[in-house]
């Protein structure tokens, strides 16, 4: 998570329904049932149990998720995590020991960004008519 941001905590015996907006980064250790959009990240620990959409930065998932989540960077599901639903994200990890149910979709514009950043290796362009590696005598 990131550090220069507030960190909001649901705890492990709270439960919510409704919609959530933070501008910082939340931790739910509790139940969520509805929205979730956060401007930094978003962390479900292992006793979670959360029926929502997620909107973030960034989404670990380490307890019970269900509903879609929409990241512009990473989403982990880490160890004893589950995800039933989509996920949308730059960046997708799946650890061991954790289940995923559901489509992953890259988001085609970080994909496009990331391929215009790698230069394309340059490839000798043939004249039409002649084969590649057959030079023609100059008169």
Known sequence: MADDREVTILGQGASLEGNIVSAG?????GQIKGQINADG?????????VDADIKAENCTVAGKFKGNITVKGSAELTRGGRVDGNITCKTLIVQEGAIFQGQSIMDQQAAQASQQS????AKPVTPAGEKPGQEKAKV
């Open 41 to 49: 990240d978003v962390a479900l620990s292992p006793q979670s149990q």
């Open 25 to 29: 980064s939340l931790r739910i250790d």
């Open 118 to 121: 790698v230069p394309a290796q």
